[in-house]
Each structure stands twice: as structure tokens, then as C-alpha cells.
């Protein structure tokens, strides 16, 4: 298969094949609102099919010692590596994201397979002392079994990998649903393990209707373990299909990310820093800074530089290597921003900079990147995950405010505190109630760090030594000599 033909069909046992009754998916180029090309919708009977692919798949991967998984993952990574700039343009066209991001988000993706490559030889148990010299205590951890795995659309490819990376540097075999809107860069991972050699069954793929794949999947007995990265309502579905059967379940839903600027920090430094991670991929990141509290002596000199630094963004057909905001995901995803906004503006807030669509960019789902001030914790853009290019810029006046208000929100994925104090900077990090904490950055994610939230964004780790262990059991062996 040709690289820049990416797949469209269903990967199941080890070859592409047509949903049972050709049924299909149409993909969409969020910057033209074109259907641009249509991938395999799975029938029961191709998740059976998968299911039992899956489980014959796990056997064998299960008996494969870890040096050979190590090898084969590491080839992985590299074949990524390899085709990173054949596959960024295939990611713009379905995401909708610039083509410098989306070559980046392959060489990431990359990085979690290499990760995984070592952690499947680190994969250590232990022995334990006994009683009595006659007993020998045995502790061993061993793969969990086969898995489903969900991922969303903003990070299509690098959300597959480390779902796909870990299992398989666990034992595991694996069952993946990219999502529908931008499904084809993930699956031609499907095709990269293929050419490194991971066996027939260990690594299926399936795309189409999301509530029948994860229904029927989930209530199969041949999956074992799920792993989703999507929304906070899709996570509440999995959990109680997950119920059902008592099997583990590791989620990522998303956040709502404060930033906490001080009177000490670097204020141009921080401005600029937020604007550039507000605004990539058009907003539509889970740890993506959401609100701005900034301290109400510095507020006036941050703000000015943040609408300097947003202004300076190029907005643009994603495809041109020097835009640098592409378009929302979909229409759907235009109008909940749209809605937020007005929200705000009906209750006082002012606009800034931004706030509408594009005049000169009619097709698409493009939206201006926008700031926001005088708005107050009650509204929309305040309390709900953006998921937009909309920045809300607040004031505080003291520690123990800044807290409070970073705290108000049921997500807990990631938090940010610019200060120059080491004092500060331990104490926030310490009292956000987050899973991910920066400090003078907003680079969080990657393979070597757990990712992961707290309170509603969910539980579990992805990276890191972590994130291998929710791919395994804990197995104790009493022998009597």
C-alpha cells in the first residue's frame, strides 16, 4: 500500500477488507466542508470478526518474549518517522490542522512507540520471602488481555499511539476505533505494524457509527480492557457499559485549564507563550490553556501583549506551511463556540479582538482567533471546556483567590502558573487540583510523563513507566518445594 494512499477499510486479522455490506463513512475537510473521501462503516459481524481476530491475536503476542515486541515496536516508530511528511497532509485534510502541527504530531506519535519499546522490557516482577524457607513467593505481571480502545479526533494519530503502543509493549492485542471525523492518518498505523511485522490478530482497526462499535465491543467477553480519550459524556457511557462486565477502564475527558499569571512574571514572555499554545490547533486541545486569571496589577500590560502576540497569528488554509490557526473540526464545533461567545458578550464581557468568522473565508469552519475580558466565573466560556480559539482574560487579587477560582470547574486535567517565585510556584502546583502542572510552559505532553487527570477528566496514565500498567495484571505464585 502506498503511502499517500491512506487506508480506508477496516483492518481486521492482518488484512484491509470492505465493511460486511459496504457501507461507509464519509470524511470531511473542515476547511472547505467537503466530503473528501469515505472509509469502511464496521457491521456486527466485522466486530465479531475483529473480536475474534483479537483474541486469537493475544495467544500469540501474549508467548512473544519482550525483546522481539521491543524490536518490533521501535520499527514502528521508525516507519512513522519515515512517512511523517507523506502523512501530515492526509491529517490536515480530515482535522483540519496546520500542516507543520500535524507533521508534528506524527514525529510524537513516534516518540510513544519508541518509549514503549523500552518499557516492554522493563515489564518487572519479584520475588518475596516466604514464611518458611520451603515456599517460594512469586509475583509476576503479565498482559491484561485484549483491548478496545476509543480516540478523539484533535489528535487523531498521536491519541492512537499511546493506546496502541503500551498494549502492545504489555502483551496485549488490541482493538482501535479511530474516530470518524479524521480516521485515515490512524489507520495507517494499522498498516505501519503490519510492515514491522506484528503478527496477524494482535493489532485490528475498525471505523463507523461510535455507539455500535463500543456497545458491541464492550460486550464481548473477549475484551478485557478499554481505554477512551474523548468527552465527558462518552466517558460516562464506557464507564457503565464497562459496569456491566467489571472490566478496568483508564479515561482521558478532557479539561479546563487555568493559567495563573503573577505579578513577578515575565509578563511579555507569558503573554506570548499563551497566545501560541491558546491557538494551536485552533483550540481544540485538551490541556490547551482556557482561562486566563492574571493578577489585577499586571492584568492591563498581559492583555495588551496577548492581543499584540494573537493578532500576529496567521489564520489560513492549513494545508500552506505558514498558517498557524486552521479551522474548528466541523460545523457543529463553529456554532458551540459561536455560542459561547455570545453568551459572554450578552453578559458583559467584551470583545477584544476577534469574535465572528473570517470575512474573506466563507467555506470551512474557520473562526477568528478571539480575547475576551470582563467576564466573570458564572459564564459559559468560564465554566465549560471551550474547545475553541477563545481566550477569557480575568483578574485576581490574591493567592488564595487564584486558587479558588482555578479549582471551580469539575475538570482536573492541567493547570499553569507563570511566576518568577519558587515559593509561588511550588505552592500552586501543589494546591491546582490537576493531573498535569506547568510552570513557565505550557509543553506538557510527552512520552516520557504521565498524561493523565484527576476529578472529571478521568483516571489513569498515559506515558511514562506509568503507562504500561493499565495494560497488566498482577499475578502471585506460592510454591511449596
Not at 19 to 34: F, K, L, Q
Not at 224 to 244: D, F, H, N, W, Y
Not at 389 to 394: E, L, N, Q, S, T
Request: hydrophobic letters at 45%.
Amino acid at each position: 500500500m502506498a503511502v499517500m494512499d491512506a487506508p480506508t477499510q477496516l483492518l481486521i486479522d492482518g488484512e484491509w477488507r470492505d465493511s460486511a455490506d459496504g457501507g461507509t463513512v464519509g470524511v470531511e475537510n473542515p476547511a472547505t466542508g467537503e466530503i473528501v473521501d469515505e472509509v469502511a462503516a464496521a457491521t456486527v459481524a466485522d466486530l465479531d470478526w475483529a473480536l475474534a481476530a483479537a483474541d486469537e491475536g493475544w495467544q500469540r503476542w501474549r508467548s512473544t518474549d519482550a525483546w522481539s515486541r521491543s524490536r518490533l515496536l521501535r520499527d514502528v516508530a521508525a516507519r512513522i518517522r519515515d512517512h511523517a511528511d507523506d502523512l501530515a497532509p492526509i491529517l490536515t485534510e480530515e482535522a483540519g490542522k496546520p500542516v507543520a502541527q500535524a507533521r508534528a504530531e506524527m514525529m510524537a506519535a513516534a516518540e510513544y512507540f519508541d518509549w514503549f519499546a523500552d518499557e516492554a522490557r522493563r515489564v518487572y516482577g519479584r520475588t518475596v520471602d516466604g514464611h518458611s524457607t520451603d515456599n517460594r513467593l512469586v509475583v509476576r505481571r503479565e498482559p491484561v488481555g485484549p483491548v478496545a480502545a476509543f480516540v478523539a479526533w484533535n489528535f487523531p494519530v498521536l491519541l492512537s499511539a499511546r493506546k496502541l503502543a503500551p498494549a502492545l509493549a504489555a502483551g496485549c492485542s488490541i482493538v482501535l476505533k479511530p474516530a470518524e471525523e479524521s480516521p485515515r492518518a490512524a489507520l495507517w498505523l494499522g498498516q505501519a505494524c503490519l510492515d514491522a511485522g506484528i503478527p496477524p490478530g494482535v493489532v485490528n482497526l475498525v471505523t463507523g457509527d461510535p455507539a455500535r462499535i463500543s456497545r458491541h465491543l464492550m460486550g464481548s467477553p473477549v475484551i478485557r480492557k478499554v481505554s477512551l480519550t474523548g468527552s465527558l459524556p462518552v466517558g460516562r457511557t464506557i464507564i457503565e457499559q464497562s459496569a456491566r462486565r467489571i472490566i478496568p477502564v483508564s479515561l482521558e475527558l478532557g479539561g479546563d485549564a487555568a493559567v495563573l499569571v503573577f505579578p513577578d512574571a515575565d509578563i511579555d514572555a507569558a503573554a506570548d507563550l499563551c497566545a501560541a499554545f491558546k491557538y494551536r490547533n485552533c483550540g481544540q486541545v485538551c490541556i490547551a490553556p482556557s482561562r486566563f486569571f492574571v493578577h489585577e496589577d499586571i492584568a492591563a500590560g498581559f492583555t495588551e501583549r496577548f492581543v499584540a502576540a494573537t493578532e500576529s497569528l496567521t489564520v489560513g488554509d492549513p494545508s500552506d506551511p505558514g498558517t498557524e490557526v486552521g479551522p474548528l473540526s466541523s460545523e457543529k464545533r463553529l456554532e458551540a463556540v459561536e455560542a459561547l461567545v455570545s453568551d459572554a458578550v450578552a453578559r458583559g464581557a467584551k470583545i477584544l479582538l476577534g469574535g465572528k468568522r473570517p470575512p474573506d473565508m466563507t467555506a470551512g469552519w474557520f473562526y477568528e482567533p478571539t480575547v475576551l475580558t470582563d467576564v466573570h466565573d458564572s459564564m459559559s466560556i468560564m465554566t465549560e471546556e471551550p474547545f475553541g480559539p477563545v481566550a477569557p482574560i480575568a483578574t485576581f487579587s490574591s493567592f488564595d483567590e487564584a486558587i479558588e477560582r482555578a479549582n471551580d470547574t469539575p475538570y482536573g486535567l492541567a493547570g499553569y502558573v507563570f511566576t518568577t517565585d519558587m515559593g509561588t510556584a511550588m505552592r500552586v502546583s501543589e494546591q491546582l487540583e490537576a493531573g498535569l502542572v506547568g510552570v513557565n510552559t505550557l509543553a506538557l505532553a510527552t512520552a516520557e510523563a504521565p498524561f493523565g487527570g484527576v476529578k472529571q477528566s478521568g483516571f489513569g496514565r498515559e506515558g511514562a513507566a506509568e503507562g504500561i500498567d493499565s495494560y497488566l495484571v498482577t499475578k502471585y505464585v506460592n510454591i511449596q518445594l
